[in-house]
């Protein structure tokens, strides 16, 4: 930059020193850094804010209790605190989400990268991925409003859904990660080489064959982290569950049709009421949460150990 | 397995290349398990290959050379449609497999690669089991067979594999080195029972000692199989095979160039007394 002058040799050697400092390389490294420090110091954050509740809540509360009571009654005169309740509507809810978004959305993604020319999909792909931008409250109220009065219409026996449930919540939840499971699965099948197809291909496979048994398999690793990565954003969802899947969880409820409150769901809820900071209710937030923080946690690490695997399969 | 009646006689056929070489085809030449008559091969509106026409024999090895890029691979995709997967891939002309036209409507593609296998430049093993790859072909094909596991033996054996995996079937094909990729994926084409397996310069990833062995096996191989082989590598047709068809790219008054078969004939023939001036050229290492 300073090097235009054309002087002599010595001017010209004397730009090459480092005379003025230039800051702006540095500084871009500092801000950088500290864009990266600031979503780990918030992960630590999260950890830490968790933690001193939550062990106030294990000292009035034994872990076993907590962790083997089928009861989950804070808000109540008669209160009880174990957890099981939340975790099994959470388990059910997700269970449905999957049964609807593993086939849609593996079978998206099959269409996408085996059958669809590429103009279909170079349509189809963003389409399916602006779906996953669709904000959750919608999916709660357009499932709450619209899909569940005409499952209650259609249902064939008398006993049908309840107003709010948690089949029609899973029903809307598995809609919400079609994109997700879709996209990275069609990501992973893409990746396969050229060269795989075309040895089944000389095999006398037919297209159904090269998709399901070439592409998929090798495609496994990205497929199972993308319904890893589905699933932590079933666990972790709440607008849906918390508008269309219910509040009960004094006991474990196994049936879908009825109401139950998820993990994120009861948060949810005695968050937007009025606790006493330090109460027991309080603090049973925080364990709750910990829990969850726990579960989506291992589900992450899963899904990126995953993800790391796919990539070295044809290196 | 003779072919029915067919119209075009081996001898009519070449008769663009090989009639003029002074010698005609030599009188135990056999009715073609193939052939090619006036295949022109189209990418688009790009004819890469243009009008070939070349018997394929049974139980010989037929070897294609010619610089790169003269449509070697073309053609040999033609042979078992492999072309059809290329999008605005076309042929014209007739290639016939026991007299039967391959690209008539009714023609199964599927069916004519159970008959006519291929193995590619680059080895491909699937990322499954040794055992799994060579039980594929039989699986998705539904062959009856009574034991797989003999089968797969059987396959590994054939394809001069065997004593060095039999402790380890089970391990991934991507595990063995590259010489050993390559006989894996001869074995899982054999594993179909094709009558024909075509071969993309299946050594050219390869290094001597790999090559030779593969080299070995293809001779081995010719007493049950039709092998048509590509090679950029004359010596290796030289040395294996029985036929030879030189192909080279000529530029036509569109400044295009179109891959054209020069001469066919026996091998040792078209290594010693070349018919046409370009194909002794090349053989000789004059190019051009
Ligand atoms: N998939 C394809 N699409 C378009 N052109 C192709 C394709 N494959 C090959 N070609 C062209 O066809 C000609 C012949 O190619 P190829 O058969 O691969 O030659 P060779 O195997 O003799 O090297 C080349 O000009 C090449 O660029
Ligand atoms: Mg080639």
Same mark, same amino acid.
């Given at each position: 930059?300073s090097?235009?002058?054309?002087?002599?040799?010595?001017a010209?050697?004397s730009?090459?020193?480092?005379?003025?400092?230039?800051? #702006?390389?540095?500084?871009?490294?500092?801000?950088?850094?500290?864009?990266a420090?600031?979503s780990?110091?918030t *992960?630590?954050?999260?950890?830490?804010?968790?933690?001193?509740? *939550?062990? =106030? @809540?294990?000292?009035?509360?034994?872990?076993?209790?907590?962790?083997?009571?089928?009861?989950?009654?804070?808000?109540?005169?008669?209160?009880?605190?174990?957890?099981?309740?939340? #975790?099994?509507?959470?388990?059910?809810? *997700?269970? #449905?989400?999957?049964?609807i978004?593993?086939?849609?959305?593996l =079978?998206?993604?099959?269409?996408?990268?085996?059958?669809?020319?590429p103009?279909?999909?170079?349509?189809?792909?963003p389409?399916?991925?602006?779906?996953?931008?669709?904000?959750?409250?919608?999916?709660?109220f357009?499932?709450?409003?619209?899909?569940?009065?005409?499952?209650?219409?259609w249902?064939?026996t008398?006993?049908?859904?309840?107003?709010?449930?948690?089949?029609?919540?899973g029903?809307?939840?598995?809609?919400?990660?079609?994109p997700?499971?879709?996209?990275?699965?069609?990501d992973?099948?893409?990746?396969?080489?050229?060269?795989?197809?075309?040895?089944?291909?000389?095999?006398?496979s037919?297209?159904?064959?090269?998709?399901?048994?070439? #592409?998929?398999?090798?495609?496994?690793? +990205?497929?199972?982290?993308a319904?890893v990565?589905?699933i932590?954003?079933?666990?972790?969802?709440?607008?849906?569950? *918390?508008?269309? =899947?219910?509040l009960?969880s004094?006991?474990?409820?196994?049936?879908?049709l009825?109401?139950?409150?998820?993990?994120?769901?009861?948060?949810?809820?005695i968050?937007?009421?009025?606790?006493?900071? +330090?109460?027991?209710?309080?603090?049973?937030v @925080?364990?709750? =949460?910990a829990?969850l923080?726990?579960?989506?946690?291992?589900?992450n690490?899963?899904?990126?150990?995953?993800?790391?695997?796919?990539?070295?399969?044809?290196? | 397995m003779?072919?029915?009646?067919?119209?075009?006689?081996?001898?009519v056929?070449?008769?663009?290349?090989?009639?003029?070489?002074?010698?005609?085809?030599t !009188?135990?030449?056999?009715?073609?398990?193939?052939?090619?008559?006036?295949?022109?091969?189209?990418?688009?509106?790009?004819?890469?290959?243009?009008?070939?026409?070349?018997?394929?024999?049974?139980?010989?090895?037929?070897a294609?050379?010619? !610089?790169?890029?003269?449509?070697?691979?073309?053609?040999?995709?033609?042979?078992?449609?492999?072309?059809?997967?290329?999008?605005?891939?076309?042929v014209?002309?007739?290639?016939?497999?026991?007299?039967q036209?391959l690209?008539?409507?009714?023609v199964?593609p599927?069916?004519?690669?159970?008959?006519?296998?291929?193995?590619f430049?680059?080895?491909?093993?699937f990322?499954?089991?040794?055992?799994?790859?060579?039980?594929?072909?039989?699986?998705?094909?539904?062959?009856?067979?009574?034991?797989?596991?003999?089968?797969?033996?059987?396959?590994?054996?054939?394809?001069?594999?065997?004593?060095?995996?039999?402790?380890?079937?089970?391990?991934s094909?991507?595990?063995l080195s590259?010489?050993q990729q390559?006989?894996?994926?001869?074995?899982r084409t054999?594993?179909?029972?094709?009558?024909?397996?075509?071969?993309?310069?299946?050594?050219?990833?390869?290094?001597?000692?790999?090559?030779?062995?593969i080299?070995?096996?293809?001779?081995?191989?010719?007493?049950?199989?039709?092998?048509?082989?590509?090679?950029?590598?004359?010596?290796?047709?030289?040395?294996?095979?029985?036929y030879?068809a030189?192909?080279t790219?000529?530029?036509?008054?569109?400044?295009?160039?179109?891959?054209?078969l020069?001469?066919?004939?026996?091998?040792?023939?078209?290594?010693?007394?070349?018919?046409?001036?370009?194909?002794?050229?090349?053989?000789?290492?004059?190019?051009?």
């Amino acid at each position: 930059m300073s090097t235009s002058t054309s002087n002599a040799g010595s001017a010209a050697g004397s730009a090459l020193r480092r005379g003025r400092r230039r800051p #702006v390389d540095s500084t871009v490294k500092v801000l950088l850094v500290a864009a990266a420090l600031v979503s780990v110091a918030t *992960t630590i954050g999260i950890v830490i804010a968790l933690v001193q509740p *939550t062990i =106030g @809540f294990f000292q009035q509360v034994s872990v076993v209790e907590f962790i083997t009571g089928t009861s989950w009654t804070p808000t109540f005169a008669q209160k009880a605190y174990g957890v099981l309740p939340l #975790v099994a509507a959470t388990l059910t809810v *997700t269970g #449905v989400a999957l049964t609807i978004a593993v086939p849609l959305g593996l =079978g998206s993604a099959i269409y996408l990268s085996e059958y669809a020319n590429p103009r279909t999909r170079k349509v189809l792909k963003p389409i399916i991925e602006l779906l996953a931008g669709v904000p959750t409250v919608v999916y709660g109220f357009v499932a709450l409003f619209a899909l569940n009065p005409l499952l209650q219409k259609w249902w064939p026996t008398d006993n049908g859904p309840a107003f709010q449930n948690l089949l029609i919540a899973g029903i809307a939840m598995g809609i919400m990660i079609v994109p997700t499971i879709a996209s990275i699965s069609e990501d992973s099948m893409a990746a396969v080489p050229r060269s795989l197809r075309e040895g089944a291909y000389a095999l006398a496979s037919t297209k159904m064959q090269v998709s399901t048994r070439v #592409v998929v398999p090798a495609a496994m690793s +990205g497929i199972v982290a993308a319904v890893v990565l589905g699933i932590s954003r079933a666990v972790g969802e709440t607008m849906i569950v *918390t508008i269309a =899947g219910g509040l009960t969880s004094d006991r474990i409820v196994l049936n879908p049709l009825e109401g139950a409150a998820t993990m994120t769901a009861f948060i949810a809820n005695i968050s937007s009421g009025d606790i006493p900071v +330090g109460s027991l209710d309080y603090d049973s937030v @925080f364990a709750v =949460g910990a829990l969850l923080f726990l579960i989506t946690f291992a589900l992450n690490a899963v899904s990126i150990r995953m993800v790391r695997r796919f990539r070295e399969v044809y290196e | 397995m003779n072919p029915t009646d067919t119209t075009n006689r081996p001898g009519v056929s070449i008769a663009g290349v090989g009639a003029q070489s002074t010698g005609a085809p030599t !009188p135990d030449v056999a009715d073609p398990v193939m052939e090619l008559s006036g295949v022109s091969v189209y990418y688009g509106a790009y004819e890469a290959v243009r009008d070939t026409s070349m018997p394929i024999q049974e139980k010989q090895i037929t070897a294609m050379i010619g !610089p790169s890029g003269c449509g070697k691979s073309t053609i040999l995709r033609s042979l078992n449609r492999m072309n059809d997967l290329i999008p605005g891939a076309r042929v014209s002309g007739s290639v016939t497999y026991h007299g039967q036209d391959l690209y008539t409507k009714d023609v199964d593609p599927i069916e004519v690669r159970r008959r006519i296998g291929m193995v590619f430049q680059k080895p491909n093993p699937f990322p499954k089991s040794i055992y799994d790859n060579v039980a594929y072909g039989p699986r998705v094909t539904g062959m009856k067979v009574a034991s797989m596991d003999d089968l797969v033996e059987k396959a590994l054996r054939d394809a001069a594999l065997w004593d060095e995996v039999k402790d380890k079937l089970k391990t991934s094909g991507l595990a063995l080195s590259g010489g050993q990729q390559q006989r894996l994926c001869i074995a899982r084409t054999i594993a179909v029972r094709p009558e024909i397996i075509l071969m993309d310069e299946p050594c050219s990833a390869l290094d001597p000692i790999a090559t030779a062995k593969i080299e070995d096996l293809m001779s081995e191989l010719s007493n049950d199989y039709t092998i048509v082989i590509v090679t950029h590598n004359m010596q290796q047709a030289a040395r294996v095979s029985h036929y030879t068809a030189f192909f080279t790219a000529e530029v036509d008054e569109r400044q295009e160039r179109h891959g054209r078969l020069v001469e066919f004939s026996q091998t040792g023939k078209l290594f010693t007394n070349p018919a046409d001036k370009r194909t002794e050229d090349y053989i000789t290492g004059r190019f051009g």
